[in-house]
């Protein structure tokens, strides 16, 4: 009875009301405009009157299983939709079978494949024939980065559509039209209605979901802020550790640390705690921030960053965690320098190129009368001992060029590193000149 109703564009009475207001036009999908919009890729494709296969990447909720269906309407194709989570090549067989047999008849076919990361590069593969005869035009959904999880040939045939999450503005958009299909208006406070959107996270099924809820109330009850809380479960954050939010998440983290904003940086952590990141692997990572941005501009940096650890597997959580909150902030606010990073990248690759070079002879140790006879530690000079308490020496191995490696900009503690080894450079220039 269902399939009857959704063949004539009608939803049974008691459908969710998110499929109720599931828009039946193109026109009527909110938050997409840069897609579907008149210069919107789609729009063009749908213009020119074929399709191509593509890949709908986008968080939850945004209308990717809805602009396919749509896609198929407006296109005149036959739409066939496979679940990768419930399906496997049986289906995808018969699937295909199904469109060649159509094909014969005339009757394109866009098959659509909801989380198409699901299925493994060899079932991936599997695609690409029918894709490539035009047997069917492929329109997969995921949520997951492509680059990562769909084949190289399979992308090389499809082009990828990234659909944004839900703004404030569409998501109330959202619910202007759920109180019109009611009949009523949704009886929460404007600051209560606001939380609601911020509650929905860009995720437009997930509003509509937590409307119904409100909508059942009785009608003499309006909800307050503190109300609509203690009656909606608040929505975990759309995180996944192992996924590519994971990368964006650390990678905003440190890039706000080294662009010395430590209100972002304190967002981006706690929005990685928030969503259940092991403090720990923050912790190492705050030790990174602090040895490749930050090194000896502020050697302290380090310090607080490994006292931050150490106060974490102290404490726990969530005392613990002000101790991982201080150490960004000291790390984001501290002056920046990378020359101890790049230094040792570049003696790396001097030391890779060079092979086995040994030391100059004179800061060989010579614990053996044979030693000394060859050489080692001759004209060694131990440079506390001198007035100047340098000595100027080459330490480089024999037949290899001075390099510089070490080279401060200047900030913060290495200011004064800087001066000492402008000092050191021209008391090493006079001893060769003289």
Known sequence: MSDLFEASGIHP??????????????????????????????????????????????????????????????????????SAVFSGVADLKKAFET????????????????????????????????????????????????????????????????????????????????????DRPLRVTPEARQALLALADGDGRYLLTMAEILFALPPDQTLDVQGLAGLLQKRAPAYDKSR?????????????????????????????????????????????????????????????????KETYDFLGSPEGELALAQAVVHLATAPKSVAVYEGYKAASRAARETGSLTPPAHIRNAPTKLMKSLGYGEGYQYDPHLESGFSGADYFPDGMERRTFYDPKGEGHEAKVRERLDRWAALRAARRAG
């Open 99 to 182: 469109a060649r047999t159509r094909r014969a008849a005339g009757q394109s076919t866009l098959l659509f494949i909801d989380e198409i990361h699901r299925f493994n590069r060899a079932q991936q593969d599997g695609f690409l024939p029918f894709v490539e005869e035009g047997i069917v035009t492929l329109v997969g959904a995921t949520t997951e980065n492509p680059s990562f999880e769909l084949n190289g040939a399979l992308l090389s045939r499809s082009q990828v559509f990234v659909l944004k999450r839900l703004d404030d503005a569409a998501l109330d958009q959202l619910l202007s039209r759920a109180e019109v299909d009611l």
């Open 13 to 82: 009475p008691d459908a969710p009301l998110a499929d109720r207001l599931r828009p039946r036009a193109l026109d009527q999908v909110v938050g997409q405009d840069h897609l579907l919009g008149p210069d919107g890729p789609i729009r063009r494709m749908i213009d020119s009157g074929r399709l191509g296969s593509m890949i709908l990447w986008g968080p939850p909720g945004t209308g990717k299983t809805t602009i396919a269906r749509l896609l198929a309407q407006a296109a005149g194709y036959q739409f066939q939709q496979i």
């Open 244 to 308: 590519e939010e994971h990368y964006n998440l650390i990678s905003a983290l440190h890039k706000s640390v080294r662009g010395s904003d430590p209100d972002a940086a304190l967002y981006w952590l706690a929005r990685m705690l928030n969503g259940g990141e092991d403090p720990l692997y923050l912790a190492r990572r705050i030790v990174r921030m602090a040895v490749e941005d930050i090194g000896q501009a502020d050697p302290l940096s380090l310090l607080v960053a490994n006292a931050a």
